[in-house]
């Protein structure tokens, strides 16, 4: 690479790399197709770079990055080696320097399961929330004081839910059964014997049923505003109901679209207090982690689960956060789970926020409780 005094590179290895695809006159497909990115990831990456260049163009961020020297004249992607079964991807560094290493396994139908390592220490496991991507969220505003948090003591292990992010799209069981069998499948490929269980909102489920059925696995489990009943297994008024399936078909119709004020309906619930920033992020976030199909799907299931039965089974030492005024899923909901889960301590966290920001006193909150039962 050309010397340049004045201008480091200002790419992570992922955008470099993408570029040099670029500069080679591979079309976004293909690149999408050599890294096994998704389409619309690939473009989050050219938009990322070209606001990193200073340009607005796909010519115009390889003439800039020419000038400044980013370019190995010699690196050739005309004839993009075919897809292959890959076991992993080039590190990826988030904002504190964590390195992460994203790898691939199948659950149990075949469905690939991306999955993510970061961090050192002992194990922590995070079960996915609906709407992640393993890249992206390192970079977003919403995810990544969680993430660090998450990886500052720990190795952090976690993964893309299926039909999301990294994980295979394309797939036709989404039901809760497949999600729980994704986390044992991400496990056994990581081998790991015992460690700390970590779930956020719709994820608490799926957690709360792995820890009964593999009891010697799970050293604690973590709950963050999670629930033990889906929306329909709530007592609702006729208009509650009317509410659930408008907001499944709003999913279907304005998710895709262009204009992100159907998403924001969204975003607003999971972070009334979100800065345009944030609401900018969540924009983003899911125009490119997952179809407006699937998402539909996928918030369906969610409002089906039923976990009260299996919750008085949790062998496991147990925390529950949950916002005051949480608009996504109310208060009542992570009070009830925890007055089900033997022994749980229940943490009462001061927001309206499901999803915490890092800059209110509810964050400072969950991180001294988090940080104090994990030492326990």
Known sequence: MAENATSPNPLN?????????????L???????????????????????????????RVQAIVQARALGLLYAETS?????????????TPIRARSNVEQRVYFTRSFDGTRIAFAIAGNGPPLVKEPTFMSHLEYDWESPIWR?????????????????????LSDWDVKDLSFEAWV???EAVVNAVGLRQFPLLAISHGGTVAVTYSVRNPEKVSRLILVG???RGWL???????????????????????GRENPAFRQVFAIQLQPEATSEQLRAFDELMRISTSPEIA??????MHHTDVRALAPLVAAPTLVLHTHRDAAVPFEEGRLLASLIPNAEFVMLESKNHILSEDEPAWTKFVNAFRRFLAE
Request: net charge negative.
């Open 13 to 25: 290895e992922r955008e470099q790399g993408i570029l040099e695809r670029l500069a080679n006159g």
């Open 27 to 57: 079309s976004d497909q293909q690149i999408a197709n050599d890294l096994f990115l998704s389409l619309n990831t690939v473009k989050w990456y050219n938009r990322q770079i070209y606001s990193k260049l200073g340009v607005s163009s």
């Open 77 to 89: 992607f005309a004839s993009p080696p075919p897809p292959i079964q890959i076991t992993h991807q």
């Open 145 to 165: 004081h969680w993430l660090e948090e998450f990886a500052r003591d720990h190795t952090l292990i976690r993964y893309d839910m299926r039909g999301n992010g």
């Open 181 to 183: 069998r994704d986390l």
């Open 226 to 228: 999670a629930y033990a």
């Open 233 to 255: 297994n709530r007592e609702l008024t006729a208009d509650q109901i009317e509410e659930e399936k408008l907001l499944v078909s709003l999913m279907r119709i304005g998710w």
């Open 296 to 301: 539909a799907r996928l918030e369906s299931e």
